[in-house]
């Protein structure tokens, strides 16, 4: 479980030079539902390695934490973190179109929010490293 000053989030880092690549959180909304979102650097983009983070983090939450479902929600224009979820065996559950700023581009084409369960999780099988260690916030 993570022991930095940010509950719930993981530091992701290459293991050779331990040079940072992002973050990974796992949020508990209730004792058996859990949010799951990720940032990397724009330079570890299209690696794997968003998608070995997230199941490696989804895999921790349903055998440790005991979550029962996970979900997870980003932009609908954000092709790449859906393409991710969809990757880990996330599936489609709904499109929101809440009140965004104004501004921010693809905000008309709403928010799409995915999920899964406890009950599908062992038909999934990560993927192999790439040589990214977790480590706490």
Request: net charge neutral.
């Amino acid at each position: 479980m993570p022991r930095g000053s940010e509950p719930h989030v993981w530091t992701a880092r290459r293991t050779a030079t331990n040079a940072f690549v992002g973050w990974f959180c796992l949020f508990p909304e209730t004792k058996a539902l859990a949010e799951i979102g990720f940032r990397l650097r724009r330079e570890d983009w299209g690696q794997g390695l968003a998608s070995e983070g997230a199941s490696a983090l989804i895999n921790w939450g349903f055998s440790s934490a005991g979550y029962d479902k996970v979900i997870a929600c980003t932009m609908a224009v954000n092709h790449g973190s859906r393409r991710v979820l969809e990757k880990i065996g996330m599936k489609h559950a709904r499109t929101d179109f809440p009140d965004f700023p104004a501004g921010i581009p693809g905000a008309e084409e709403g928010e799409v929010w995915y999920e899964l369960l406890r009950s599908e999780w062992p038909l999934i099988t990560p993927r192999g490293q790439h040589g990214v260690a977790g480590g706490d916030s």
